[in-house]
């Protein structure tokens, strides 16, 4: 990712800790903006919560086949939420196809997702996790559409699609 575009995705985002362990709620800060604060409970705790493949993805950084999840198909209005913890993280009007094979958004809900840089693969590129659970979800990438320029590519098994007219379910701990 370029420098420039490395600096944008980071200010966007406040800085939130990826794998903290202090336990999570959704708060209003000073400025009316949600703040994540994150759980305070193993990995493990997640097994049996959500299915294997997903766990695999969320927690020990896995990746879904490209092409395999039904949400790449999903067009109608609504929320993306972490498949373990529900946190919202997409709303489906920043949802587009990119053609990789996997949902992609042009940018996730301010304040709910963490960054790391990942190393593996032999490049560098941001990874980012769900801000209440530490869940890997995807890479952020600079490749999308204007006028942001994002493509917040996702692991569809990491998400669970809520149709707007439903109510998110609450979150889970």
Not at 13 to 42: H, I, K, N
Not at 51 to 71: H, I, K, N, W
Not at 131 to 144: I, T
Request: hydrophobic content about 35%; proline content about 8%; some cysteine.
């Amino acid at each position: 990712m370029k420098r420039r575009a490395m600096l944008k995705v980071f200010s966007l985002l406040p800085a939130l800790p990826l794998f903290g362990q202090a336990r999570m709620s959704l708060a209003a800060s000073e400025t009316g903006a949600p703040t994540v604060v994150a759980l305070d409970v193993p990995h493990s705790h997640w097994q049996g919560l959500v299915s294997p493949q997903a766990y695999a993805v969320l927690f020990e950084e896995d990746t879904e086949r490209a092409g395999s999840s039904p949400l790449n198909q999903e067009k109608r209005e609504g929320t993306y939420i972490c498949a373990a913890c529900y946190l919202p993280l997409f709303s489906s009007q920043f949802k587009f196809d990119s053609g990789t094979g996997w949902p992609s958004f042009t940018q996730p809900i301010a304040g709910h997702m963490g960054l790391k840089q990942d190393n593996r693969l032999f490049m560098t590129r941001t990874e980012y996790h769900c801000a209440r659970c530490g869940g890997h979800q995807g890479h952020v990438f600079d490749d999308g559409p204007q006028p942001r320029g994002e493509r917040w590519c996702n692991n569809g098994v990491a998400l669970r699609f809520i149709p707007g007219d439903e109510s998110l379910p609450a979150l889970r701990s």
